[in-house]
């Protein structure tokens, strides 16, 4: 049985089946990648970047029908998806614009005298194992940064995201990128395997879990190949004594509920300081059980079915331990509506403790987990008490106290009064188990070349 299969979540209806490439085929598309990038690292930076920019204009006249594949796919709303597709093209024009400014030669002024220059140089094909919940947004923020610079893609899409991945490479064939430069290999995981050991891949990022980012970040350390990694993320989003709860609520149901919740960066775990959080969970709650789940495509639809009944069973299954170890279900619970389809009850818990899998184990799906804080301090701990560490977000009105938060958090990213997010010039990337590098900014476009340093020594 083929590994790539299109299910629609809506009814957990299996509308297509792709095959896995062959042994032949992967080797084939390496080849081609390994020597198309020579050629294209030639190309001059402001050529590829216009193939970018005409990549960016293209996502964004094809947005509804681009959509349209992964509301099939993974069940994402309409709007959503269109989001995505306006935050991809977002990105494209910002490569194109920035990106050769930041591969610019870097005059430097050696102590001892001479000149030196740093030189960002591309370093070769690059293999991208991607995830299903924004697959648009995380293969272009691995593409677009990385084209500019002069490498090549080579994009192994997630099981369920196959059509949506083809898709993308005709939208990069049509701006004009030369063959090989992106090639998409509905690929196995002994396959991926395989390129990551290969000497002609000089780089692989992977977007997904702990335990994909672990596992080919250790086959990479084998052989020396560099690597970025944005696995999971427990986000804390704290709610100081001083917020303003009606924007701080907003934020938290958007932060916790957009994509189904499906989001590495989403607003996991909710730390509200006692003074405020009978307000604040009143409020929050109230908020979770009025969505309305329904019809991606129907624009009053506020959730999503979850991407997959795997998915869905697993999420059941953490509330259920949280449950009968001694949670509180303020909204919803380990509940599946009697319907067909991936669909979870939104959720929103309190009285998660240590042990429970639901405190240890990351949340992937419309559930919010709802903590008491004494104050500031001990919403730092709680905040710190992860091995995540990708974002986080700090509401309050009193910006030296935000600050002092923000300061504490063990996180790569941080929001100040507003929902975690992603924008195209902010590098976004997490520490500890959440990941190593970064995409996006300036940052994101130097992960995979070759900064060389040229130096030429003055009069002797």
Not at 405 to 416: D, F, I, N, S
């Amino acid at each position: 049985m083929t590994a790539y299969r299109v299910v629609d979540p809506t009814r957990n209806e299996l509308l297509a089946e792709h095959p896995t490439a062959t042994d032949a085929e992967v080797e084939a598309a390496l080849g081609r990648s390994h020597t198309a990038q020579r050629a294209w690292r030639a190309v001059p930076v402001q050529e590829r970047a216009a193939v970018v920019r005409r990549a960016g204009e293209l996502f964004a006249e094809r947005r509804d029908a681009l959509a349209a594949l992964v509301t099939r796919e993974m069940g994402k709303r309409t709007g959503e998806a269109r989001g995505e597709l306006s935050l991809v093209a977002d990105i494209c024009a910002y490569y194109a614009d920035d990106g050769p400014a930041m591969l610019a030669d870097e005059p430097l002024s050696p102590r001892r005298g001479g000149r030196a220059h740093l030189r960002h140089e591309p370093v070769g094909p690059l293999l991208g194992v991607m995830p299903w919940n924004f697959p648009y947004y995380q293969a272009v923020r691995l593409a677009a940064p990385n084209l500019v610079a002069g490498n090549t893609i080579l994009l192994k899409p997630a099981p369920q995201c196959p059509e949506s991945a083809l898709a993308a490479a005709q939208v990069w064939h049509d701006a004009g990128l030369s063959d090989g430069c992106y090639e998409v290999l509905l690929a196995t995981d002994e396959q991926v395997a395989d390129l990551v050991a290969d000497p002609r891949v000089a780089g692989v990022s992977v977007t997904g879990s702990e335990r994909a980012g672990s596992a080919v970040a250790a086959q990479a350390g084998r052989h020396l190949t560099k690597v970025v990694l944005e696995l999971g993320g427990s986000d804390p989003f704290v709610v100081l004594a001083d917020a303003d709860l009606d924007r701080a609520v907003k934020h938290a149901v958007l932060g916790r509920m957009q994509n189904c919740g499906q989001a590495c960066n989403a607003a996991k775990r909710i730390l509200v300081v006692d003074a405020v959080h009978d307000a604040f969970l009143e409020r929050f709650a109230a908020a979770v059980a009025a969505l309305c789940p329904g019809d991606p495509t129907d624009p009053g639809t506020t959730l999503a079915p979850m991407a997959s009944e795997a998915a869905a069973t697993t999420l059941v299954e953490q509330v259920q331990d949280a449950l009968d170890r001694g949670a509180t279900a303020v909204v919803g619970g380990a509940e599946r509506p009697d319907r067909p389809g991936a669909w979870v009850t939104p959720t929103v818990l309190t009285g998660v403790t240590p042990g429970m899998r639901a405190f240890d184990e990351e949340l992937f799906g419309p559930v919010a987990v709802v903590h008491r804080v004494a104050d500031a301090d001990a919403a730092v701990e709680l905040a710190n008490a992860s091995p995540f560490g990708l974002g986080g977000a700090v509401f309050g009105t009193d910006p030296d106290a935000v600050a002092d938060v923000v300061a504490r958090l063990e996180t790569g990213m941080v929001w100040v009064n507003s929902m975690q997010g992603s924008m195209a010039d902010l590098p976004f990337g997490g520490t500890k188990r959440s990941g190593v590098g970064r995409e996006l900014g300036t940052l994101g476009i130097r992960e995979f070349v070759n900064t060389k340093l040229i130096h030429e020594p003055g009069a002797r």
